[in-house]
């Protein structure tokens, strides 16, 4: 396991930056993830992020490395069936997630880094920000759920998404709310 998580990073932050928004108004979620070792094998990185209300939640645009760490800032590829595939594998079951009793409960944005990614430095983090919007004609005075997940994606060279072809190792979750005013 400690080969294939060389080239994994390792989730140590999620946060939304904005946790009260009014509709129309935006914010970022914010992964913060660092190599699991000082590596330099390169995997995708892939980023989750579920909403339980995504007629009041949209959820936008991805940037690996937003900090200028490890080849960013970068833009991230949107991958819609990432979720599903990610599910139909089975591969995400460990760590203390079973990504398939969660899967169906949320409704899922996926992306990932437009090139593989290695490690290095382990005291380095980089961050990843996606942009989240309370959409114009969201509902008043809700709590809406929102969960990120991390990992590595094992592609076979066609840089889609299969679970009968590809393997994903998850590296980390973490669940919080916006309220929309």
Known sequence: MAVVLSSCFALTGFVILDSSLSPGQSTKARFTVRPYVPDTDKFFQFFLVGTSAPDDIGVGKGVWGANGKFGGPDQMDNHANLASELEASGDCSGGGLDFSAVYGSLTWRGYATAKKVGGGDVNKVATVEINVKA???????????????????????????EDDQDTFYCTGNATTNIWVN
């Open 135 to 161: 959409k114009s004609g969201a509902d008043h005075d809700i709590s809406v759920n929102v969960m990120g997940i991390t990992g590595a994606w094992d592609d076979d060279g066609d840089g889609v998404p």
